[in-house]
Structures are given as C-alpha cells and as structure tokens.
C-alpha cells in the first residue's frame, strides 16, 4: 500500500487545520490499526464471506496480528497478518486495506470542508488588511511627496551637487569681479555706479567741453588782467562777472545733462577717452558684481532646503520599507490562501484519497511456519552468532579504557600525549619543585604541551581541562602542565573554574579568596585576584568564595570577559573545570576557548561513559581538542583537607538508552 502524490499534496493542505500530523507515513499506519477501521473490515468480511463471527477473530486479537511495517526509503506500508486459515488471513487484509482506503478519502474530504471553512472566512479579512496596506503607502507616498525613492534621492543629490558647483563657481568669479571694482574704483576715483554714470556722460557733452574751454582761457585772462591793472580796476571786473556767467551756465548744462545734478562739477567728468573707457569698465564691473551677488544668494537660498530634504530621506525610507514590506506581506499571503483555498474546494469535491492499494494479498500456497530449511539454516547462523557473542561479551566485559591505542580507536579522538605516574605524588609546592627537576617526569608533559599549541593556530592560547568523571586526575595535568609551561618561559595562568571541589590552591599554598568568585560577582579587578606563585611565570586564579549556584556564575558574560582578559594578559591559559558526568561548565566554558582537552585514566575510565560524554559534546557543537591519557594523580582529597569526612563530588550513573525492537514481516 502506498501513499500517493496527490494524497501527499492534500495532506500538505490539512497541515494547515488542527490535528497536524508530523510524517504523513506514520499517520497512515497508525489508521490502519484503528479500531474503526478494522471493525469496519470485519463486519464487511463477515458479510460477504457468511464465515460465523465466533470463527472470526475479534479486534483486540486482530490488532495483535496485524502487522504494519514502513518500508524504508519509501512511502509504501507493508501490511501483514498471521491466521490459522490462509483464506480468511488473505480475505481480512483484503477488507482492511480497501477500509483504509474509504477511511483515508472520508478524512480528506472532512478536513478538506474545515479548511475550506476556515480559508473562506479569512481570505476576505486578508484583502481588506491588503487594501490597507497598500492605501496606507499610497498615503505616506503622497504626504512626502515619494514617487520613486531612488530615483528622487539620486535627481536631489544631483542637483545639490550642481547647485554647489555653482555656488563655487560664482564665489570664484564674485571674488575676481570685486577686486576688480576695487582697482579701477582707485583709478578713477569714482565712489559709486550714479557718480561713474554722470562723469561719462559729462565727458562725451560737447557744449560742456566748449564751456570749459571758454572758463579756462577767462581764468587766463583774469589772472593777467590781475596782474597788470589790479584787483579794483573795470576790466578786471567785467571779466569776473563774465566768468561768474560761464559757470552759472555750466551748471544748467550740467543738470540737463545729469538729472538730479548728479556731478557738481566738471572735475567729476571723464574729459578723455582713457577716462572714459576705465569708468566705463567700472560700471560694466560693477553691474556684473552686483549681478553675481544676487545669483549667489538666489543659490544659497536654494542650497539650504534643498541639503534639509536629503538629509530627511533616510527617516521617509525607513516607514516605507517597512509598509512595502508589510503590503508584499499581505500580498503573498493572500495569494497562499487562494491557492490554499482552490485546492481545498477541489479535493472536497472528488473522492479522492492519498492511498492506494499497491498488491491484493493472496492466499498462500506454502504455511509461514514452521519451515524445515530456514529454521536449519536459522539454527547454523545462530549459533555462529552465539560463538561469536561469547568472544564479544568476554571482551566487552572489560569496561574501561587501556591503552592509547584502545582509546583513539573506541573514542574517535586523538591521542595528544601519555602522561606518565609520578611516584611520590605532589602534595605540596616542594614535590612541584622535584617534579621540575626530573626531566624524565617533565619531557611528557613538555611533548604534551607543544602537541596542544601545534593543535590551535590562535594566539594567544587558552585550553579548557575535563575528564568524563571523577577521578581520571584532570587537576593535576592541569598543574604540572602549568608549571612546565611556566618553566618554558611561557606566561601561565591556572584558572580554578572547578568550584564544586577546587584544589588548585591547596596544592600551591594560596588563600581560596579572593577568586573567580569575586571577581564575577563584586567586580573585582581581575589582576587584584591573580595569585603568584613560587613557580617563576606561574600565577593562580583560585576559585574564591564558595557558591550555592556556581553554574550560574559561569553561564555569565562576565566569565567570557574574564577568559578574554586572561588571554590578552597571559601566554598560556589552562582552565581547570568540573567533570563532565557532574556539569556542563566545561562545555559553556569551551565555546570562549580554543578548545576542550579530555583526560582519560588508562584502566579507569569507563569506555561507555566517555562515548556518551564525546557524543553530548559534539551535539553541543564544542572544539574538541583530544586526548590526553594521565597516569598523574593527586593524592586523595581527604588527605589534602585535612579531615576523614566524606566530601566532594557525587558520581552520575551512565546515562540510560533507548532499545529498538525490530518486527520480523511476515508473509
């Protein structure tokens, strides 16, 4: 039975009604073992075969019977069911099937009609929200005057860009014309455009030219009259009354040839061409300046708005992205639902059902079983299966990881060095000291160390240390890690993030407070908290006061700050954080790190436990750095707080799985 590609397209349609199903496949077969299907079946069975009921099996048994399998890689159902009578097995699952098919198009065409329903009453609500949409753009369009965005802002920056040139250039040729102006106003000593005006024009005036001549040679004559007869003499006086004649003659002259008398004397005209061309110039100059003057205020006046407006365009833009936005919105939706709607109307309409059977069943020749030579062949198989189970479970029997080998190979992660056990181990600064000295102790570790920068290019450096449970001695290759890295003339920094059992400080003699508490919670400065050490470029930043929620100092911003400042300030930075089986502190701290190291304890680690804790790390999406096998460990926590109670971590069970069951088809 298979579910076809229009019922596949009406099943799209009713995810859009309540009741939506997540795999159409799934949802066919679990109808199909529906009590109204397969009463349905059999009283259809019983009616057409005229078999008793009492010879007929009833639901439950029939349920039990039935078999429903998905093939895989496809949209087909295989039905199977198991009877005593070959005849009433293969007539059953023929009345199933065409039940499920006249089950399948009576659904479709019901949840067909409630959308239709649903599609109706909405769609007139969807134009209307259409219709407002694109008035209220119209509108906006129409109050700011946007007819085409782009196409206005580019004509407005283009006629800002030209009106700027031209006040540019009108600036340029104001400043020539004024200096100008300015030169021949010295020249001519003419003071304004009526004053140059009228001393041409008194020069180009012949009988003022004839005038002047008469009045200079009587000035030439009274001077020599003067000079001979004397002041008081007849003569003299004639001529003084005759030039006091000329002058009130010229002076008519004058305010006929200047209205409003405009030059009060024939000083102030041009009597010759030189004259008369450089105040011609002047005014020709003055005319243009003035002229120019008033086309750059026409311009500025024109330069202020015209700067206001484009300023303003991106504020118009904004709301009318967003109402095109919301109209396009509305259009598509609209055109979804009419679709939707069609298609709704059409499949109410037909009998139509996204089943259909594939193959009839028949009635077997040969019975299901028992059968000889598959159950011969079954037993060979099984008990190869068996043998080979035996040496699986004697191997399997050894839960714990051995060798570096043993864990790249069952991990899938690699090897980035074998540390070795330390004998005594370090309990105090002193035995940090010895551990430095034996270069048979420290080369490991130095190996360790220049695998773990080669496996991160990013400078500088800060690594995050787990282990998968309690035990596998990730506190301790994080110290002597750091005191070789210290001893490598590296700037190293040990951050306690451990803060359900902190040991760092204990082995190094240093105060817990102040911390990483502290300087989370009340803001201390990070350098104030840092601890030095004995240990020449090894500093501590011990875990501070005790929390009653330390997840949620490390889920904060604060602690990703925190890890930045140590790499900016530090060469080398090791973070020391909780087992993995306890917390997921290692895998917050990680995503602000280069990356995540994960200690394994040869013939310790459990295998299942270190596979579920590399898998929930890859699904966290942390940067797994790799392995690092430690036979390094601290001695018992007991030990170094000084009393016999039992304290620290409580181990986590490994986590359950889900077991899946396959149904062996029958025929």
């Known amino acids: 039975m298979g579910i076809s590609t229009l019922g596949q397209a009406l099943t799209e349609i009713n995810t859009q009604a309540p009741g939506k199903a997540a795999d159409p496949v799934a949802t066919q077969a679990e109808l199909m073992q529906s009590q109204q299907v397969l009463e349905s079946a059999l009283s259809a069975f019983q009616q057409e075969s005229k078999i008793p009921k009492e010879q007929l099996p009833d639901i439950v048994s029939l349920r039990q019977a039935l078999k429903v399998d998905i093939v895989p890689g496809t949209n087909i159902l295989q039905v199977s069911y198991t009877a005593p009578d070959p005849k009433i097995a293969a007539g059953l699952l023929n009345e199933i099937t065409a039940s499920m098919v006249a089950e399948n198009s009576r659904q479709i065409r019901s949840q067909a009609a409630t959308l239709r329903a649903f599609l109706e009453r909405r769609l007139p609500q969807q134009e209307a929200k259409l219709r407002e949409s694109e008035a209220a753009e119209s509108q906006y369009r129409q109050t700011y005057g946007i007819v085409s965005f782009d196409t206005q802002a580019q004509s407005m920056v283009n006629s800002l860009a030209a009106l700027e040139d031209e006040a540019r250039k009108l600036s340029a040729q104001l400043q020539e014309d004024t200096t100008k102006v300015g030169l021949l106003q010295k020249v001519t000593g003419a003071n304004n455009l009526p004053t140059a005006y009228a001393s041409v024009r008194l020069g180009q005036n012949e009988t003022l030219k004839e005038l002047q001549k008469q009045l200079t040679n009587l000035d030439v004559a009274i001077v020599d009259t003067r000079s001979r007869l004397g002041d008081q003499h007849p003569d003299l006086l004639a001529l003084l009354q005759k030039r006091d004649e000329l002058r009130a003659l010229y002076g008519q002259q004058i305010s006929q040839a200047t209205p409003g008398g405009t030059a009060a004397s ?40 015209l700067r206001s407006r484009i300023n303003q365009l991106p504020g118009y833009q904004r709301p009318l992205i967003e109402l095109a936005r919301q109209q396009q919105n509305a259009q598509d939706a609209l055109k979804l639902m009419s679709g939707k709607l069609e298609e709704a109307r059409i499949a109410e309409g037909q009998l139509l059902s996204n089943v259909r059977v594939v193959e009839q069943a028949s009635v077997p020749v040969d019975p299901s079983s028992p059968k000889t030579l598959p159950i011969l062949a079954i037993s060979i198989v099984s008990g190869l299966i068996m043998a080979g189970g035996v040496v699986l479970l004697l191997e399997l029997m050894v839960s714990t990881i ?89 700037r190293t920094l040990i951050i306690d993030a451990d803060l359900r059992h902190p040991l760092q400080h204990r082995l190094l003699n240093l105060a817990a407070s102040p911390g990483l508490a502290e300087v989370i919670n009340d803001n201390l400065s990070f350098l104030e908290a840092v601890q030095a050490t004995s240990v020449p470029n090894l500093s501590v930043l011990p875990c501070g006061q005790s929390l009653q929620r330390p997840s949620a100092l490390i889920e904060t911003a604060a602690m990703a700050r925190l890890l930045e400042k140590a790499a900016n300030h530090y060469d080398c930075v090791i973070v020391d954080t909780s087992p993995l089986s306890i917390c997921a502190d290692a895998e917050t701290l990680s995503q602000a790190a280069n990356g995540l190291v994960l200690v394994v304890q040869p013939n310790s680690s459990k295998r299942d436990l270190a596979l579920q804790t590399i898998s929930d790390l890859r699904k966290a999406g942390v940067s797994l750095l790799g392995l690092v096998m430690n036979e390094t460990v601290l001695p018992d926590r007991n030990e170094l707080s000084g009393h016999s109670s039992a304290s620290g971590y409580v181990q986590s069970p490994l986590p359950l799985r889900s077991i899946s069951s396959s149904t062996q088809r029958g025929g």
């Open 402 to 490: 051995r060798n570096p080998a043993e864990a790249e190979a069952v991990l899938g992660l690699a090897v980035l060095g074998v540390l070795p056990k330390l004998t005594p181990p370090t309990n105090n600064l002193v035995d940090l000291e010895r551990f430095l000295d034996n270069s048979n102790q420290v080369e490991p570790y130095r190996k360790f160390l220049k695998v773990l920068e080669s496996s991160s290019e990013q400078k500088p450096q800060v690594f995050v240390f787990s282990s998968a449970t309690v035990g596998d001695g990730k506190s301790a290759v994080v110290l002597h890690l750091a005191a070789v890295a210290a001893m490598l003339s590296r």
């Open 266 to 305: 024939y000083g102030n005209a041009a009597s010759n061409p030189l004259s008369q061309d450089l105040m011609s110039r002047y005014i020709a100059s003055e005319v243009d300046r003035a002229a120019l003057v008033n086309r750059l205020r026409v311009v500025q006046s024109e330069l202020n708005p």
